[in-house]
């Protein structure tokens, strides 16, 4: 049986109630939905890389197929390094206010 694989990445600092609206989605849609914090030592974040896994870990208990994970660089590498040959879906959410002009 084919697992379907998706990968949500972002910084989630903080984590929002629109972040968990897709988390929900995901898990609803996809057998493995992988939740990608990011660590970029080149931002000043609100939380640490420690405590927003430990949040996010936290608010997805409720979805047995989520999985909270860290990920530096690109995230085509990690998503190789991880999961090769799994068939990743990918997708993502970019607020508003980074679209308009």
Not at 3 to 24: C, K, M, R, W
Not at 25 to 36: P, S, T
């Amino acid at each position: 049986m084919k697992t379907s694989v998706a990968i949500y990445p972002g910084s989630f600092d903080p984590v929002t109630n629109g972040h968990l609206d897709l988390i929900e989605r995901g898990a609803k849609m996809f057998d493995l939905l992988i939740v990608a914090v990011l660590r970029n030592a080149e931002k000043s974040p609100l939380f640490s890389v420690t405590e927003r896994v430990e949040m996010l870990r936290e608010v997805t208990r409720q979805w047995s197929g989520v999985e909270v994970e860290v990920f530096d660089g690109l995230l085509v590498d990690d998503a190789r390094k991880r999961r090769a040959g799994l068939g990743w879906k990918l997708f993502s959410c970019c607020p508003a206010k980074r679209i308009a002009t």
